[in-house]
């Protein structure tokens, strides 16, 4: 039934926008020939063991068996997708500013791909780095995703060994399932659940009134009142594997690693822990940043992260775990040099994992210059919703822009939870945090803990009607989702 109602609200939400604007067109994907050239992409039904289990789950696959795509950023995204399950639904090209009839999202313009059914993509690409690829349905859930990894010229010169992780969290029960408890359930730890959020905000104009200059949550710690985990999973899985038979990626003694790591969970952030190891991140959802030196990293949902580490020339095995948020399960893979002893460890760890914060994000700058400083049209939206209810929106500007727009847009959390906020077709630069501006990362997905405020700019160039929501599955599905839409 949820999952009716969501694509149902997704296609009217298409369908009302098509009657206003213009510059809707006939979806063209699927209509092109495909090439020679073309990459083959299968949607396929696959069984896993998960605790011992067997377990039905999707993934997409090349011809080989191996997961996901990987691309040159020198050539187009040539790729042609064919679904081999007996359910529709479509990819979304997560990270990406494909054209908006080849995005992904369900009848926004594109119909589902039906069992079947192939369809050809092909579009320039813009760019490398580290992207991902999953369903924009509920099957998002049953593992539905894959790596997307783009690589430049710059990569391909580089003297490191390459390794990708993506981090999920799994359940036996169906997402239909797992909705139908958070509608029914209320939360007895939340100070605000079942109060208006809406009736908290002074907004004139469409512009937010509060001071939230002084209102950050430091990393790790947890602010009185607020919900951090809606599910509780069966399992925290990297590259399909628990920590009780991870996967060990064997390394060169003092060779260099570069970890391509992606957090496709449905609903859970996480701290990458290098452990024994120092590492430097260097690019955030796909994009260069200056190096900034650690062995702990947040990720919150839909977020990538590029970790560099150098192995010790004595060699090792060297544990790289994934912290679930203010819990004690992780996940993790291992890195081991030839002939090295790989112990196990144990998928519940002694304290919780940090909770996610802004501390990282206020840091980040990006390698190059981001850009584009021309004064921008500004828009406010604030984040609202409940446990209590489960109903999530997002409240305040339309976003309606033009071609040529210099946006921005000051985002502000008035929910007792965080969201990881994902605008398609576009890239972004973090230019605020909490009332301070700075010269942040460009991403595309950015967390917004409880009772914060991010502000993003973007350069309107890419038509369409495009997606801006949470990437926490069950919030976009319960209503946090909107669209920037182009005017003609």
């Known amino acids: 039934m949820y999952r009716r109602e969501f694509l149902t609200r997704t296609l009217a939400g298409a369908a009302a926008y098509a009657l206003v604007n213009p510059i809707v067109t006939q ?27 067997p377990a039905s789950v999707f993934g997409l696959t090349r011809p080989d068996g191996s997961p996901g795509l990987i691309l040159d950023a020198e050539a187009p995204f ?23 009839d080849q995005d992904g999202v369900p ?26 690829m999953h ?59 079942g109060h208006d959020m809406g009736a908290m905000m002074n907004m004139s104009g469409g512009s937010m009134k509060m ?13 009185a009142g607020m919900d951090i985990n809606d599910i509780e999973y069966d399992a925290y899985l990297a590259n399909d594997r628990t920590l009780d038979d991870p996967e060990v990626f064997r390394v060169e003694k003092g060779g260099r690693v570069r970890i391509r790591l992606i957090n496709g969970a449905t609903s859970t952030g996480f701290t990458i822990d290098t452990g024994g190891i120092d590492a430097t991140l260097v690019a955030v959802d796909g994009h260069d940043i200056e190096p900034v030196r650690g062995r702990r990293f947040p990720a919150t949902m839909g977020q990538r992260l590029d970790i560099v580490v150098e192995i010790p020339k ?31 460890v144990a998928t519940v ?20 210059p981001a850009g584009d400083r021309r004064s921008p049209r500004s828009y406010g939206v604030a984040l609202t919703g409940d446990m209590a209810t489960y109903n999530w929106s997002i409240q305040g ?41 700075i010269n942040g990362a460009i991403r595309d997905t950015v967390l917004l803990p409880m009772m914060s405020k991010v502000t993003i700019a973007f350069d309107a160039d890419n038509p369409g009607h495009w997606p801006f929501h949470c990437h926490h599955l069950y919030h976009m599905a319960s209503g946090m989702m909107t669209y920037v839409a182009y005017q003609a």
């Open 27 to 53: 979806a063209s994907a699927g209509n092109t020939a495909v090439t020679g050239s073309a990459q083959k992409l299968k949607i396929v039904k696959r069984t896993i063991e998960v605790n011992g289990k």
């Open 397 to 437: 500007d339309a976003l309606d822009v033009a071609v040529g727009n210099r946006v921005e847009v000051a985002i502000s959390n008035m929910s007792m939870m965080s969201h990881p906020m994902h605008l398609h077709g576009h890239k972004f630069q973090v230019v605020g945090v909490n009332g301070r501006a």
């Open 107 to 132: 009848d926004n313009p594109a119909a589902l791909i039906t069992p079947g059914e192939s369809r050809h993509y092909n579009f320039p690409l813009a760019y490398g780095g580290t992207h991902w």
């Open 135 to 193: 369903a924009h349905t509920l099957l998002e859930q049953n593992l539905l995703a894959a790596p997307l990894i783009v690589h430049t010229a710059d990569d391909k010169k580089r003297d490191e060994q390459e390794v990708v992780v993506l981090l999920h969290d799994f359940s036996f029960k169906s997402p239909e399932e797992l909705l139908a408890a958070l509608k029914g359930k209320g939360s007895g730890d939340m100070d605000m659940s």
């Open 78 to 100: 040539d790729v042609e997708l064919s679904s081999q399950i007996d359910a529709p639904t479509l990819i979304h090209w997560h990270g990406l500013t494909p054209p908006w």
């Open 314 to 344: 004595e060699g090792g095995s060297f544990p790289v775990l994934a912290l679930r948020e203010g819990a004690r399960q992780r996940t993790g893979f291992v890195l081991a040099t030839p002939g090295a002893k790989v112990s196990r």
């Open 349 to 368: 760890g002694d304290e919780d994992g940090p909770v996610l914060g802004l501390d990282l994000e206020q840091g980040l700058r990006p390698l190059k």
């Open 211 to 223: 001071d939230m200059g002084n209102m950050s949550m430091g990393h790790g710690t947890a602010m």
